[in-house]
């Protein structure tokens, strides 16, 4: 598919403050894109957009909370005139067994990856219909491949990327085009923020190459800028993502048998795995729910 230049378009990136939006949101912006940056962490924000070679503003808001999220989508109209690309960025993460997770932790990362895209999406639907523009909808390879100590994280994916199918079909004939992207581990902070458990770090190591590996930021996003300008259904920050389609029919039965081995291996270990978000983005999550609880 032919590319769609980005000059003067206007794309809204959430989770903006850090890491695969926070690059995006550059690299955008370095096309000629217009960016609106929305996320928790508004000094950040303010930073990112304040380095952005182009026109960008920034607002504070929680994915989670429609209202919230519908006036950021009228404020950005406003502010730019239209919105052309929306890319559903926002999310966290937790890791650990399931039976000794932290529900509250565990219902936060449905919350903001599942949830919160919908919420994103429902925002700013009209004005993409006004401009048949385009919704990129993140996901990850949790999306196609269960994954023990893993539950919320690949619950949350694979929702999500059911969702943005469905929406796809919805919306196409008003012009509107819906994409998922898929990322392996990436070196982000929440993968960082993960890797800092030993168990987790040591399963992650023991997974089946190329799954095993942590990729550049760099690369994987300069392959989702190029799924934006061609509009794609589905974009691969790592290109060997693409062939895990034709094989993830295969993979709950494998990871199932697999998983049981690994599992009876680490089972001394487990007490000690951290059950929380995990990362700079994990902890400044948190901290916002804290500082706004009742």
Known sequence: MSRVSLEGQVAVVTGAARGVGELLARKLSARGAKVA?????????????ERLRGESDHWYAD????????????????????????????????????????????RRVIEVNLIGSAVTARAFLPALMESRGYLLQIASLAAMTPAPMMSAYCASKSGVEAYAHSLRAEVGHKGVRVGVGYLSWTDTDMVRGADQDEVMRELRQRLPWPSSKTYPLGPAVERIVA?????????????????????????????????QREMRRFEPRLGGVRTGLVGAGGAADEEERKSTAP
């Open 37 to 49: 940056l929305v996320g928790l962490e508004a000094d950040e924000l303010k930073r990112v957009s």
């Open 63 to 106: 994915v989670t909370d429609h209202e919230a999220m519908a006036r950021v989508a009228q404020e950005v109209k406003q502010r730019f005139g239209k919105v052309d690309i929306v890319v559903a960025n926002a999310g966290v993460a937790s890791g650990g067994p399931f039976v000794d997770s932290d529900p509250v932790a565990w």
């Open 227 to 259: 799924g934006i300008e061609r509009r794609s259904s589905h974009v691969y920050a790592q290109r060997w993502l693409r062939g895990m389609q034709g094989i993830r029919g295969y993979l709950p039965g494998v990871i199932g048998s697999v998983g």
